[in-house]
């Protein structure tokens, strides 16, 4: 017990950074402006939900939630299924040259996104992507794929090899192999890569502010930077903006955290 006291006590503290800001604003956002300047860390008094159901009322908001699902979604969709093909290929298959290929994905990782910024721009634009959803979704499903592979390479190197000799025995294709049976198994992999695409896209900021021009494309981060210039002395509404903005994606990450540790946990100890 006294051994881990130190572990707990650290796990608290830094609960307690994660926690106090997010708790701060959820209270700020029940909060008038008034309040916050001569409260700022107390209980609201008298509660006010104003902040929040004028959000709410606002049809922007619901536009740039609509478009953040879109995109996070079908980034998701994309990078997971051709990253579980590739993984597929790199871990089951042995030909000529595939440490090198492989290691070529890798080499993504240590590709900043803040470097590429004015090649991507200047690529979507002869591509006429911009304005375009695909513009953003292509760019962040390409930037995705390197950290993906590497995780579910390392989960289908770890099914055993007689899974697929007897599935090969019972007339099974290497594709049927890798859709019917391998993928049901990796269920957990699958679980983490997509929490962590959907997470990554939701909060990404960067890109969408360059390909995006048009208010009607926006995502809600972009729709937060807009509402925190339109109401820049109201604190309390632009934080009942940002917990709103905020919530779909905890929610889905607190769904999904057993299964995300799990991934991450399996992908790390096979291979």
């Known amino acids: 017990m006294r051994r881990t006291l130190p572990l707990h006590a650290i796990a608290w503290i830094v609960g307690a950074f994660i926690l106090v ?6 209270l700020g956002g029940f909060k008038s402006t008034g309040q916050l300047s001569t409260n700022p860390f ?9 902040n929040y159901t004028e959000v709410l009322g606002a049809g922007s908001f619901w536009r740039q939630l609509w478009n953040s699902t879109f995109i996070a979604v079908t980034t998701t969709v994309i990078v997971v299924l051709l990253s579980a093909m590739a993984a597929f290929v790199f871990a089951r298959f042995a ?4 440490e090198v290929l492989f290691t070529v994905f890798t080499m993504g990782l240590m590709f900043p996104f803040a470097v590429a910024i004015l090649p ?3 690529l979507l634009r002869t591509l006429g992507l911009l304005d375009n959803p695909l513009g953003v979704i292509l760019t962040q499903a390409a930037f995705g794929l390197p950290l993906t592979i590497i995780i579910l390479r390392g989960f289908f190197r770890g099914i055993p090899g007689e899974v ?8 099974c294709s290497p594709f049927g192999f890798f859709w019917r049976i391998l993928l049901p198994m990796a269920r957990p992999a699958l679980a983490t890569v997509s929490v962590l695409a959907i997470v990554g896209s939701w909060n990404n900021y960067m890109l969408p502010v360059v390909v995006f021009s048009d208010e009607l494309s926006w995502t809600l981060p972009l729709g ?6 339109q109401y820049a002395s109201d604190t309390a509404r632009i ?12 929610g889905f990450y607190a769904l999904a955290e057993r299964h ?5 946990t399996a992908g790390a100890t096979k291979g």
């Open 21 to 26: 800001p997010i708790l701060y604003a959820v």
């Open 42 to 50: 107390g209980l609201p008094d008298p509660w006010q939900s104003g």
């Open 95 to 98: 030909f000529r040259g595939r």
């Open 120 to 122: 991507i721009f200047v």
């Open 164 to 171: 697929e000799e007897a599935a090969i025995i019972d007339g």
């Open 224 to 229: 937060v930077q807009q509402f925190q210039g």
């Open 239 to 250: 934080l009942a903006y940002l917990v709103l903005a905020m919530l779909p994606a905890l």
């Open 260 to 264: 995300l540790v799990g991934g991450l």
